[in-house]
């Protein structure tokens, strides 16, 4: 994997995006060739019309980002790769539709744009064709060794065993742990010298994942692995990295202190943040204005009682603030305003409700907070105080998600379902710590292009 601002991005992945974009450029440049060939038109050097193609290659890419194109199960499915591919050039069709009435000067004629976007997306899918099973094969996954033969090295067995894992198990050293279930696992005792067992495994990385780390750490080996070029990782910080999340069951204090990440050196990018909710904000609340006015008579014909509704959320630092939001249960959902959470099918959600919980509508009267500077678009969703006080009590680290300004979509939104329970808390946790601890305008960008695909694709919302 490759380091991009503080989020790690696949081989494969990246590769793949950068050859898309390639092809994209080559598209465009065609389908103008092509159509200045049947008017019968010279055609002048590329370097006059830079600006439209890269504008063409850009707004389909972005499109491209935003669907999921580049989601694991794109990446192992030709045809759910392909249907995407289908949405993104349609959505990059609008999107380029509206660059080019604001910019005239990028406009690449509509003739161009078509046979641009069908020779796009036909060499699009035929460069998932051609890599195939390459993008999945053995050269784009590192090879790792693992240090231990217990229920962690277990996890990440059954991790690397996984369709469209990143990585590869090369071996397992048992490290006379008590609890040993990796039964191929070598006795560290059996091997003379580690680094060179490593070495021959043509391993990148060692992972450390004992069970009891206590007077345990082979010291002498893990130096020796680390001045022969491989890396060295505990399965903390491997598992981040390969999940994107904050595993909970791995994670200790002295882990979250000194590892990298919750840098203080964040108010350059915490000016351009709050500036784009400002301008965001704004926008926001003028285009989508008609559309919340015709759910706000749709929620009134429907069923008695207000339109709005505030609730009383947690924010940072722990500061209580409501949160306004299109009503989209009964008027009687809660009784004696005791918090209660959403089921699945849930009966209090009226029909027009479950239409816009659906398509996320409900969310947008929240573009206020972001105004106020309540709330910011990207961040961990604001959660009911009732709602923390229990979740601090079961959920180690709870507390440190209020460190960073909540927001209407997150990590946690785009990579988890909806989720009513514990269990579905301490997920989204793990994303939300993810969050806090790398976050950069680069993730912040990611998060907001995924939120797309999430409201075009929802997946539990409840």
Same mark, same amino acid.
């Given at each position: 994997?490759?380091?991009?601002?503080?989020?790690?991005?696949?081989?494969?992945?990246?590769?793949?995006?950068?050859?898309?974009?390639?092809?994209?450029?080559?598209?465009?440049?065609?389908?103008?060739?092509?159509?200045?060939?049947?008017?019968?038109?010279?055609?002048?050097? #590329?370097?006059?019309?830079?600006?439209?193609?890269?504008?063409?290659?850009?707004?389909?890419?972005?499109?491209?980002?935003?669907?999921?194109?580049?989601?694991?199960?794109?990446?192992?499915?030709?045809?759910?790769?392909? =249907?995407?591919?289908?949405?993104?050039?349609?959505?990059?069709?609008?999107?380029?539709? =509206?660059?080019?009435?604001?910019?005239?000067?990028?406009?690449?004629?509509?003739?161009?744009?078509?046979?641009?976007?069908?020779?796009?997306?036909?060499?699009?899918?035929?460069?998932?064709?051609?890599?195939?099973?390459?993008?999945?094969?053995?050269?784009?996954?590192?090879? #790792?060794?693992?240090?231990?033969?217990?229920?962690?090295?277990?996890?990440?067995?059954?991790?690397?065993?996984?369709?469209?894992?990143?990585?590869?198990?090369?071996?397992?050293?048992?490290?006379?742990?008590?609890?040993?279930?990796?039964?191929?696992?070598?006795?560290?005792?059996?091997?003379?010298?580690?680094?060179?067992?490593?070495?021959?495994?043509?391993?990148?990385?060692?992972?450390?994942?004992?069970?009891?780390?206590?007077?345990?750490?082979?010291?002498?080996?893990?130096?020796?692995?680390?001045?022969?070029?491989?890396?060295?990782?505990?399965?903390?910080?491997?598992?981040?990295?390969?999940?994107?999340?904050?595993?909970?069951?791995?994670?200790?204090?002295?882990?979250?202190?000194?590892?990298?990440?919750?840098?203080?050196?964040?108010?350059?990018?915490?000016?351009?943040?709050?500036?784009?909710?400002?301008?965001?904000?704004?926008?926001?609340?003028?285009?989508?204005?008609?559309?919340?006015?015709?759910?706000?008579?749709?929620?009134?014909?429907?069923?008695?009682?207000?339109?709005?509704?505030?609730?009383?959320?947690?924010?940072?630092?722990?500061?209580?603030?409501?949160?306004?939001?299109?009503?989209?249960?009964?008027?009687?959902?809660?009784?004696?305003?005791?918090?209660?959470?959403?089921?699945?099918?849930?009966?209090?959600?009226?029909?027009?409700?479950?239409?816009?919980?659906?398509?996320?509508?409900?969310?947008?009267?929240?573009?206020?907070?972001?105004?106020?500077?309540?709330?910011?678009?990207?961040?961990?969703?604001?959660?009911?105080?009732?709602?923390?006080?229990?979740?601090?009590?079961?959920?180690?680290?709870?507390?440190?998600?209020?460190?960073?300004?909540?927001?209407?979509?997150?990590?946690?939104?785009?990579?988890?379902?909806?989720?009513?329970?514990?269990?579905?808390?301490?997920?989204?946790?793990?994303?939300?710590?993810?969050?806090?601890?790398?976050?950069?305008?680069?993730?912040?960008?990611?998060?907001?292009?995924?939120?797309?695909?999430?409201?075009?694709?929802?997946?539990? =919302?409840?």
């Amino acid at each position: 994997m490759i380091k991009l601002f503080k989020h790690y991005v696949p081989n494969a992945v990246l590769l793949l995006a950068i050859l898309d974009l390639i092809l994209l450029f080559v598209a465009g440049e065609l389908g103008w060739m092509f159509r200045m060939g049947q008017l019968d038109r010279a055609v002048e050097p #590329i370097v006059t019309r830079l600006p439209q193609l890269t504008c063409f290659a850009f707004t389909l890419h972005v499109a491209m980002m935003a669907v999921g194109v580049y989601g694991a199960d794109a990446l192992q499915s030709l045809r759910f790769a392909t =249907a995407r591919l289908i949405v993104a050039v349609s959505l990059g069709v609008i999107l380029q539709s =509206a660059i080019f009435y604001l910019v005239p000067a990028l406009d690449f004629w509509r003739s161009n744009l078509l046979y641009g976007m069908g020779l796009a997306l036909v060499s699009l899918v035929l460069l998932r064709i051609l890599l195939g099973k390459t993008l999945g094969s053995q050269a784009f996954k590192r090879r #790792i060794v693992v240090l231990g033969a217990g229920l962690r090295a277990q996890r990440l067995k059954t991790m690397a065993q996984t369709p469209g894992a990143a990585f590869v198990v090369v071996g397992y050293v048992s490290m006379s742990e008590a609890n040993r279930v990796i039964p191929e696992a070598i006795a560290r005792d059996a091997i003379y010298n580690l680094a060179d067992h490593v070495v021959l495994l043509n391993a990148s990385e060692v992972v450390l994942a004992l069970e009891e780390r206590r007077n345990a750490l082979p010291l002498k080996d893990l130096l020796r692995i680390k001045t022969t070029g491989v890396h060295v990782n505990e399965i903390s910080t491997f598992l981040e990295r390969e999940t994107g999340r904050v595993d909970l069951d791995s994670v200790n204090p002295s882990w979250l202190i000194f590892s990298d990440g919750f840098s203080s050196g964040r108010m350059l990018s915490g000016v351009f943040k709050r500036l784009f909710d400002i301008a965001a904000s704004l926008i926001l609340i003028v285009l989508t204005a008609p559309l919340v006015i015709v759910t706000a008579v749709a929620i009134k014909l429907e069923s008695k009682g207000p339109v709005l509704y505030r609730q009383r959320r947690v924010g940072l630092y722990n500061v209580g603030f409501d949160i306004v939001k299109l009503r989209s249960m009964r008027v009687d959902a809660e009784v004696n305003g005791k918090a209660v959470w959403a089921e699945k099918d849930d009966p209090r959600i009226t029909r027009i409700g479950r239409i816009i919980r659906k398509l996320r509508i409900d969310e947008l009267p929240q573009a206020w907070s972001v105004l106020k500077g309540e709330m910011s678009f990207v961040g961990p969703r604001p959660e009911r105080p009732q709602f923390v006080d229990d979740l601090e009590q079961h959920l180690p680290y709870y507390a440190e998600r209020h460190m960073v300004k909540p927001g209407i979509t997150g990590w946690a939104q785009i990579n988890y379902p909806y989720g009513a329970s514990i269990e579905d808390s301490r997920q989204k946790l793990e994303y939300d710590l993810y969050y806090a601890k790398n976050y950069s305008p680069f993730l912040d960008l990611l998060i907001l292009l995924q939120t797309i695909r999430v409201v075009l694709w929802p997946e539990g =919302a409840r």
